[in-house]
């Protein structure tokens, strides 16, 4: 019993699919569908693609090999000098001090804190 059930299903979502295939040529649909319908629907159909006799030729460079090496050596050693320059000058904060201010803002934020004095030390 199971077994022609089976197939009696198959048979009908086999059915069904040939009518997901032929939606994309209907105009009363196209007239209701989302604006990306009728581009998909190109897709599934497989038109829109590009030819390949349109795909651009290779296009052609100046130069010699030497003059393109001496220019990436060039763009090599700028960018040594910037990655120097912009290098952080103070040390990094400690997983510790990190710690320290999370709890100093978690008490903040908690109401929790003391009362900041107002003036700096040594005054």
Known sequence: MPRPFAILIGLA???MTTGC???MQQSAVSQIAPEWFAAKAIEVKGEGYPELS???QVRPFNGTLKEWKT??????T??????????PEQ??????????T????????EGTAAPADPKPPGQ
């Open 13 to 15: 979502g086999l059915s």
């Open 21 to 23: 295939a032929d939606i």
């Open 54 to 56: 349109d795909v651009p």
């Open 71 to 76: 220019q990436a050596d060039a763009l090599k």
């Open 78 to 87: 700028d960018a040594e000098a910037l990655e120097a320059r912009n290098t």
């Open 91 to 100: 040390d990094v904060r400690t997983p510790d001090e990190i710690r320290a």
């Open 102 to 109: 999370a709890a100093q803002w978690r008490a903040l934020a």
